[in-house]
């Protein structure tokens, strides 16, 4: 083994998948990609974390609502591009020739070029450290689609993508709550 500084420890366990983060702000559409995901137990209950710097922030604040879309693999050029421009002066959705279709739940877009997306409602705002706890009200997935390897962010420019799966369903049985 060989020293690791510190402050990259998190590369270690950061956590994912890769989200493309919607907001709509009253009067315009937004993304922001976030590579900072979090699973509350079994539950609708996620976070990210953000903060100030981002344009999203005062939508997600203020109408306390986004989606979460989850992009398979093959959009990963796209993920990194909405991440490096601003929804200040960038209309995303145009840029990146992405679509957005109506919610059923909250006024942000979901993206119907992702594997998945997750209408949120936030409730909590823990602003020292930028977590933005949400809960979700719907969920919709696209079963049709041949991608579906997610994405992970290492926290150095580099991503891997899931790959080959192990199934221990039978030998977790008494342990996996029911309905899942």
Do not use: Q
């Not at 986004?66 to 145009?94: E, H, N, Q, Y």
């Amino acid at each position: 083994m060989e020293a690791l500084a510190l402050h990259r420890a998190f590369t270690l366990i950061e956590p994912g998948p890769v989200v493309l983060v919607t907001t709509h702000d009253g009067t315009g559409n937004n993304i922001m990609t976030i590579t900072w995901t979090m699973v509350m137990g079994f539950s609708p209950d996620l976070a990210i974390t953000t903060g100030p710097w981002n344009h999203s922030w005062a939508a997600l604040t203020t109408t306390r609502e986004c989606v979460l879309a989850v992009p398979a693999a093959d959009l990963l050029d796209t993920a990194v591009g909405i991440g490096m421009c601003s929804g200040r002066d960038t209309d995303k959705f145009a840029r990146f020739g992405l679509t957005a279709k109506p919610a059923s739940k909250v006024k942000a877009p979901l993206i119907a070029e992702c594997l998945g997306n997750i209408e949120c409602k936030v409730v909590d705002v823990v602003e020292p450290h930028g977590i933005i706890v949400l809960r979700g009200v719907a969920a919709w997935i696209d079963a049709h689609r041949t991608e579906r390897r997610l994405l992970h962010a290492i926290g150095d420019g580099t991503f891997v993508a899931d790959g080959e799966g192990f199934d221990r369903r039978e030998a977790m049985r008494a342990k996996i709550p029911p309905g899942l």
